[in-house]
């Protein structure tokens, strides 16, 4: 299994749709998670950070399953601006302090 | 914004030559760690400096070099282009080297 596994993109949704990435890790005993946001030719942003079983933080909400390795972004009433891809992020087996990021999730927004 | 810089935003080189990227860390963070991001991949770790020391390095070769100053600023360099080295780097800073990472705008590098 890879390090970290996205669903492959682009998620095409309309305004106003519930869309739901899934992120697969294969290290066990890795304690934190990350979703990272990145705009086309820009840097990555941290979008949230997930320590317990989930996170909320208004249209968007991380939730962690470390039974089965999964962690899910579900955002909510989808917005132009959420156009981006999302990057699932894991800190690394032998070196917690180096990030491993998937190949991310495009999502694509239309009116 | 973050507060981490790097300059210069683009550079193009050829093969065989060299490169020295630079990144300046947000005030207060003492950690830049270094990500090569090819086209449709994610980053990739590079290595890390904390306290101008490395601290874990991922799977590059040696002709990827760093350094990191008094001030927490920092240089990554390439010796020996290849044309597989065209990517995106970034650096991101971090108060330690386990706090949240905060990414710089990166520079893009095209070798021809």
């Known amino acids: 299994r890879k390090e970290v596994e996205q669903d492959p993109g682009p998620f095409n949704v309309p305004e106003g749709a519930t869309v739901a990435f899934n992120c697969t890790y294969s290290n066990s005993a890795s304690q934190s998670f990350f979703w990272y946001r990145q705009d086309c030719r820009k840097e990555p942003k941290l979008l949230m950070s997930v320590y317990s079983s989930g996170n909320e933080d208004g249209r968007f909400t991380a939730q962690l399953n470390r039974a089965s390795q999964y962690i899910s972004l579900l955002i909510r009433d989808s917005k132009l601006s959420d156009s981006a891809t999302y990057l699932c992020?894991?800190?690394?087996?032998?070196?917690?302090?180096?990030?491993?990021f998937g190949t991310g999730t495009r999502l694509q927004v239309f009116p | 914004e973050t507060g981490v810089t790097q300059s210069p935003t683009h550079l193009i080189k050829t093969r065989g030559q060299q490169v020295t990227l630079r990144c300046s860390s947000q005030?207060?963070?003492?950690?830049v760690s270094w990500y090569q991001q090819a086209l449709g991949q994610g980053p990739q770790f590079i290595f890390q400096y904390y306290r101008e020391e490395e601290n874990g390095r991922g799977n590059f070769p040696p002709r990827f070099s760093g350094l990191q100053f008094p001030n927490y600023s920092s240089e990554l360099n390439v010796n020996a282009l290849e044309l597989d080295d065209s990517a995106l780097y970034l650096c991101a800073s971090s108060t330690i080297p386990s706090d949240t990472q905060y990414f710089g705008p990166g520079t893009r590098l095209t070798v021809l």
């Open positions: 992020v894991v800190p690394g087996p032998y070196n917690t302090d180096k990030l491993i």
């Open positions: 005030s207060g963070h003492n950690t």
